[in-house]
Nanobody
Framework: VQLVESGGGLVQAGGSLRLSCVTT????????IGWFRQAPGKEREGVAC????????YYEDSVKGRFTISSDKGKNTVYLQMDSLTPEDTAIYYC?????????????????WGQGTQVTVSS
């Protein structure tokens, strides 16, 4: 399994970014695919995850209503649309795959990780 994130960058508060995670070796049939983030000096936290087979999406409370996770099996890609960004969203964002399809935002449940993409939101 390989995961490659892209789409990060510098944006002003209130702006939007769309992150992409291109996957290799993921079937989209029996996994959970999640986005996590880690800010300097903080622990990695789950942001959103999707279970394409179950048809469910799950969000951390602080991003509900602002972030949207989606997947495109034909393109082997998972997206994270981020709107109404704030400086508190500044972090490295990672894509990860949970082969057990836990549908949870718990890092230790995830088996494979991408290298991350930097998101910086200026005030």
């Amino acid at each position: 399994v390989q995961l490659v994130e892209s789409g990060g960058g510098l944006v002003q508060a209130g702006g939007s970014l769309r992150l992409s995670c291109v996957t290799t070796g993921v079937t989209f049939d029996d996994e959970s695919i999640g986005w996590f983030r880690q800010a300097p000096g903080k622990e990695r936290e789950g942001v959103a995850c999707i279970s394409p087979s179950y048809g469910g999406t799950y969000y951390e409370d602080s991003v509900k209503g602002r972030f949207t996770i989606s997947s495109d099996k034909g393109k082997n890609t998972v997206y994270l649309q981020m709107d109404s960004l704030t400086p508190e969203d500044t972090a490295i964002y990672y894509c990860a795959v949970d082969l057990g399809d836990s549908r949870e935002l718990v890092a230790h449940e995830y088996d494979y990780w991408g290298q991350g993409t930097q998101v910086t939101v200026s005030s």
